[in-house]
DNA sequence: ATCGAAAAGTGAACACTGTCCACAAATGCC
DNA sequence: GGCATTTGTGGACAGTGTTCACTTTTCGAT
């Protein structure tokens, strides 16, 4: 539909709408080949337009990566969203935080196996801490970080966790999916199949849940 | 100062040992900017030499790059290896099982903070994953996998750990550890100050050894 | 409605990268 | 001593990010 826009020679000298189709170019690119295959050249190219009229619109290719990153961090809450949605709140609030807990971790996990150049991409070079920008937001209007503090909460709330405890177990919680998506993506355990790296991942979060408290 | 060597131009013809001269340039760019700031020609540069002539040693840059990877790994495996002899053997096999997973651990978090290039290009791109290949190997001849596999045996000999849990181990607690490092060096968390970090890893290692069994 | 300033695109250039080619010099081996 | 092999050179090419001067379009104030 929109690939059209690069086929056809535009009528107007204007694109019109630029911005968007550098980043939608540059996501491509992000989800084909990670962080290093996004060449700004290219996404003019794809745009069917000169490569310094992306200057009209980013610093450099440094801003259009981060533009891109922070669409890519919005596919991963987006992701996440999707795993917590699947259990509804009970009567059971334990069960109800331990499940969201669990699917925060293997909505992460998840993506990043179905993802990995927007996986990486995402997670790359130093973006904001936590930065409440509606960009990195998905429906819910939470950042990844945001939707793990929820599930802990949930956790702390039905007693599963000590007001000593809470504090800084989204950094411990996060390490551990994190590194484990990263050794599996781009690190020494690239080679391990996807089925094995999940498995790992509920071990993973059951030894989190065990290991907090 | 230390680039004499590429000022000074050399008498003979040959350079001598321009592999070598070509690693440790590369080396130090990689501590300087990480694994994209190894550059071929910078390289070459350094060692007083034409772009080319690295062609001689190394198919392309790629190559180049892995052995700078090697090199960076075996720093990270002395690192570690540092960390465990502080601790010796003693009538309690299970405190020096824990001491030893704990150095593991915390040795690899140090180096990660304390040389954050070096590490960020060790676990880049794909490494051959448990290859026993030399170069990556500090004096006790292991590298980092094979030292965190023999805490987990010290863990599971002295009885902390049983066999069940012992399957796949090193691949849970390798994965706390790298996620808190990346997160630290290239992610979200990069402006947390370092020594908050590393009490992090203490709290994470904790949740290891209970999270494990 | 006009006209002028600002926005958005173009074209040509520069420095830098990795890489390949044909050639020259040094080494070592018989 | 002569000769093949290694090792380095010089010159080139495509691709990248980026900048400068210029043109075209849009839009808002008069």
């Known amino acids: ?38 060449i700004l050249r290219e996404a003019t190219r794809q745009a069917g337009v000169a490569p310094n009229a992306a200057y009209r619109h980013f610093a450099g290719q440094a801003e259009l990566l981060d533009a891109v990153r922070s669409a890519c961090l919005s596919r991963v809450a987006a992701a996440i969203e999707d795993e917590m949605k699947k259990h509804k709140a009970g009567r059971n609030p334990q069960a109800f935080a331990r499940k969201s807990l669990h699917a925060v971790g293997m909505g992460y996990l998840g993506f990043a196996m179905r993802e990995p150049g927007m996986f990486r991409t995402a997670f790359s070079v130093p973006p904001p801490v936590h930065s409440p920008d509606p960009a990195n937001t998905a429906s819910m209007g939470l950042n990844p970080f945001q939707l793990l503090s929820l599930a802990l909460d949930r956790m702390q709330e039905s007693g599963l966790l000590n007001r000593k405890d809470r504090k800084g177990a989204e950094y411990l919680a996060w390490s551990t999916v994190h590194g484990l998506a990263l050794l599996a993506l781009e690190g020494p355990l690239h080679k391990m199949p996807r089925e094995m790296v999940l498995a790992l991942g509920e071990r993973l979060v059951v030894m989190v849940e065990r290991g907090l408290s």
């Open 1 to 38: 539909m929109k690939k059209n826009v690069s086929l056809e020679k535009r009528k107007t000298f204007r694109h019109g709408d630029l911005r968007n189709a550098l980043v939608t170019a540059g996501l491509e690119m992000a989800r084909a080949g990670g962080p290093n295959a996004v």
